[in-house]
């Protein structure tokens, strides 16, 4: 891939304003096509025939890969696949009339507004509780993503007003309401505890810092979810996108509308969003099934 990867890169970047952890994604997925082509003699990704994503596509149900990592894979190829039509260097686009599997819908899961109070209430008055308090209560008061989280800088926060500014998946900026609680965590924590962690590394600008002084990881900030969920004896495996599922099922428990929802979330599409909405009818049918003498 070596050829297209630097130009298909910059395009992930600029026009599809993809983040890094994306670009990589979709790198990845191509180099694992190319390597699946050079096997068959196919040495060049414009060679490739729509005969050729059939094989692959059934090369990876033979892997018993998840109907989800297969989409994700195709999805890969067919932006690969558009940008080198756009460019010039193909002259037909084999993933065109290959159809991804269906992924079976799972549960949504999410914890109760009692278990999301129990967790919130774990961490401590020492320095690390008061960013992790701070930490826990920005994902759950505004659902970011925990990529959005780690990547989020000081000057994103606007305790006066009461809001984050955050610059999603997309390249979309969005602004989201901070509430109370988690303004009240996040003063106590810029203007208290973050000094503490400040080291000569620093750049600065990351509102969370690890011990090191430097931007919190991915790895860091779900390790420490992970201690606070077991120290609130939370039986379910939590992790940040569980507590951005509890974001939005409790805002659509609560009155919110679909598309303000999806504006919070960052969804480019609207079905990523009205999947929250099945939870919400689902609880409906079972107030129903308890209530209803002919039920």
């Known amino acids: 891939m070596s050829l297209y990867e630097d130009t298909f890169k910059k395009y992930l970047r600029i026009s599809r304003k993809l983040a890094e ?4 994604a979709y790198s990845r997925d191509i180099a694992a096509f190319a390597v699946f082509l050079s096997k068959k003699g196919v040495l060049d990704l414009n060679g490739a025939g729509q005969a050729d994503v059939a094989a692959y596509l059934l090369n990876l149900k033979q892997d018993d890969k998840s109907s989800s990592t297969v989409n994700r894979k195709m999805a890969s190829l067919r932006a690969f696949y558009k940008f080198m039509l756009t460019e010039g260097n193909c002259a037909e686009n084999p993933v065109l009339d ?4 269906r992924i079976a819908r799972k549960d949504i899961e999410y914890l109760t507004q009692g278990e999301v109070e ?3 209430a774990q961490p401590d008055g020492s320095v690390k509780g008061i960013r992790d308090r701070a930490m826990l209560e920005l994902l759950y008061a505004t659902g970011l993503r925990v990529s959005e989280a780690i990547e989020t800088d000081v000057e994103h926060v606007n305790l006066r007003m009461g809001f984050v500014t955050c610059t999603g998946e997309y390249g979309k900026a969005r602004i989201i309401p901070l509430g109370r609680p988690a303004r009240a965590a996040l003063e106590e924590y810029i203007f208290d505890g973050r000094a503490k962690f400040l080291r000569e590394k620093d750049d600065g600008k990351a509102l969370f810092l690890n011990y090191h002084g430097v931007r919190m990881t991915r790895q860091g900030m779900w390790k420490i979810l992970k201690e606070y969920a077991s120290a609130a004896g939370l039986e379910k495996k939590i992790t940040p996108q569980i507590l951005r ?12 509308d679909l598309k303000s929802l999806q504006e919070l979330l960052g969804h480019e599409d609207m079905t990523a ?15 129903y099934d308890h209530a209803h003498p002919r039920a």
């Open 245 to 256: 599922n509890s974001f939005a099922v409790h805002m659509v428990q609560n009155g919110a």
């Open 273 to 287: 969003t009205q999947v929250y909405l099945s939870v919400s009818k689902n609880r409906i049918k079972d107030v």
């Open 21 to 24: 952890n994306s670009v990589d």
């Open 98 to 101: 290959v159809k991804s599997p």
């Open 118 to 120: 129990t967790l919130l």
